[in-house]
């Protein structure tokens, strides 16, 4: 069974760093895309990026080009999402899902990653 | 401003049909990049509906098929059940930009 579980809630201050994970179980690691998608409160979804663990080809929306770093350990089977300095804005619930192919479809969810930055 | 052009709401009783559009251009689903539909039921994360234009996940129920046409697809829900009311957004791939969705379209059942 595919299992995809993603890190628990946080709380971070303007200007901190974050690095939130997405664990994946049930099939082979290095054979599907990763994609990140955010979703502000009340909004809808918006791609962020999305990579191929098993040669760690990683792609970006503009959006998020330089914002956002996505990285994968195939060695843990885990898909992270980090940030070097938070900001206010980035307040947001997060998902990683798999993905067949670097477009799409995403087949399996996480439960989502709920980030709060407040000061 | 989406890539995806979805209406914000449709809404329909018990019963009846409804379908929700969604409108791209000649860089993502006019090139003939598939299109695929999730469904967020309130609270959730999102559910593959219809991937590859038209094709239903096994445990999805046939009420819900999908077509694409040119520049636009569809998401159409016959015999509308209390508990579709959600949001579903579209999803392609853009030539420009990637992986592109849709703004979303919330469903009432009246």
């Known amino acids: 069974e595919v299992q995809v579980v993603q890190s628990g809630a946080e709380v971070k201050k303007p200007g901190e760093s974050l690095k939130i994970s997405c664990k994946v179980s049930g099939y082979r690691f290095i054979s599907y895309w990763i994609g990140w998608v955010r979703q502000m409160p009340g909004k809808g979804l918006e791609w962020m990026g999305i990579?191929?663990?098993?040669?760690?080809?990683?792609r970006y929306s503009p959006s998020f080009q330089g914002q956002v770093t996505i990285s994968a350990d195939k060695s843990i089977s885990t898909a992270y999402l980090q940030w070097s300095s938070l900001k206010a804005s980035d307040t947001a619930m997060y998902y990683c899902a798999r993905a067949r192919g670097a477009g799409g479809p995403f087949d399996y969810w996480g439960q989502g990653t709920l980030v709060t930055v407040s000061s | 401003q989406s890539v995806l052009t979805q209406p914000p709401s449709v809404s329909g009783a018990p019963g009846q049909r409804v379908t929700i559009s969604c409108t791209g251009s000649?860089?993502?689903?006019?090139?003939?990049?598939?299109v695929h539909w999730y469904q967020q039921l309130p609270g959730t994360a999102p559910k593959v509906l219809i991937y590859g234009n038209s094709n239903r996940p096994s445990g999805v129920p046939d009420r819900f098929s999908g077509s694409k046409s040119g520049t636009s697809a569809s998401l159409a829900i016959t015999g509308l059940q209390a508990e579709d009311e959600a949001d579903y957004y579209c999803?392609?791939?853009?030539?420009?930009?990637?992986?592109?969705f849709g703004g979303g379209t919330k469903l009432t059942v009246l």
């Open positions: 990579i191929y663990p098993d040669d760690s080809d990683t």
């Open positions: 999803q392609s791939y853009d030539s420009r930009l990637s992986v592109v």
């Open positions: 000649s860089s993502n689903i006019g090139t003939g990049y598939d």
